[in-house]
């Protein structure tokens, strides 16, 4: 018996054939797929590769730039504690093996091979366990003195060396968020990371009266190269030439003389008001033209009748009451305040407290700002002023 055709059974036998858009459509969804697995497999090696933790949601670089949050975000709110430990720790973090010194650091080599400390530099220093709680003591250390400072790592013994003669306001300055996040360089760095639970700070002190910046600088170098000090990048200092400096293998030769410190003066010409530790310092931080400091570096003149600014320590100086940098220059703009100025009056209006200031000038306003906001940037603030509009929408500005 013969089957019927198919189609006389009811059955539609059709064969079926791919079309155009069905291919592209099962291309697009093969494309598809293959690209989301291989873009969580480039992410996982990317993360493995960055250390980036996605529990924490952070990096743990070296690198303040590779943050995901900033400085200021709650994963860095614990400068003691610090913002973690990388993954692979460098091999210069590593306990080189040697006999710990007086300061809590290694040695860089054995007794016989180290360098002999030079007669003229007395040994007189103080170690401070756990510095960032213990600030009072850095103060006291340092008022009055230039000092090296040695910033040790306990547990494996490296260390960071620096010097300073405004000493007090350079020690602090580590336990800043701004410094410690913004400086890339690798101590400042490290301890930026590794925070302050595990360091010991040491105090090296010279008398201002007996010892010049010179002095600190040859001091410095020599312990960057007897200690462990992994922290720091750089190894030689740099000055003239002198019979003592020429037989220490640590100092290289230059016809630049080292930085001149400017040594801020009441007008009593005996207490020290403030030290910068050089010129360039002295520009910036307070705001004036060198051309300017010319006129009164090393001169009988006085800035706003107050000021005296010599490069020399004057005898029988009271090194004991130095100012911060910021109730120095509120001194400066309290006395600048007594002598006219050339620029134009301005008011200033606080929306928020709801009051009104004057200004001898739109510096001065600005300075007020900033030790409110914490920035404040002079052009942007005249643009305001010019275009009477509000600034960080709290601040109106106009000339009087």
Known sequence: MTSKPSRERGINCMPFYWGCNQRYVLSAYILFIFHIFS?????????????????????????ARKTLKSPE????????????????????????????????????????????????????????????????????????NRVVYVWTYLVTGICLVG????SVERVLSYFEKKYLFLDNRRGVQFLADYGFKDIQLTIIYLDYHKFTMRDIKILEAYYI????????????VYLPPEPLESVLPFINITNRDTAVPIFVYGPDLIRVLYIFNSKTTFYNEFNMHRSTLEDYLDKKNKLFDYFTFSSNLFAESDLDNLLSLNELIELKNSVDNKIPSRGKEVELKDLVLNNELKFNSITQASLYIKKIEGT?????????????????????????
């Not at 873009?39 to 690198?63: A, D, M, P």
């Not at 180290?114 to 103080?126: V, W």
Request: with cysteine.
């Open 39 to 63: 873009k969580n497999k480039t992410n996982s090696k990317r993360i493995e590769r960055l250390g980036y933790n996605k529990i924490q949601k952070r990096f743990y670089s070296s690198s």
């Open 376 to 400: 404040c940037d002079r052009g942007v603030l005249r643009n305001h002023m010019n275009n009477n509009t509000i600034y960080k929408k709290r601040w109106i500005i106009k000339e009087t």
């Open 73 to 144: 975000s709650r994963p860095y709110a614990d400068l003691y504690k610090g913002r973690g430990k990388p993954i692979h720790e460098s091999e210069w973090v590593r306990d080189n093996g040697m006999e710990r010194s007086p300061f809590g650091a290694s040695w860089a080599k054995e007794k016989k091979d180290r360098l002999p400390l030079p007669d003229k530099y007395t040994l007189n220093y103080i170690n401070i366990s756990d510095p960032y709680n213990n600030r009072n003591l850095i103060k006291e250390a340092c008022k009055g």
């Open 225 to 236: 190269n007897v200690l462990n000090s992994s922290l720091n990048t750089q190894k030689s």
């Open 163 to 166: 010097s300073s003669s405004n």
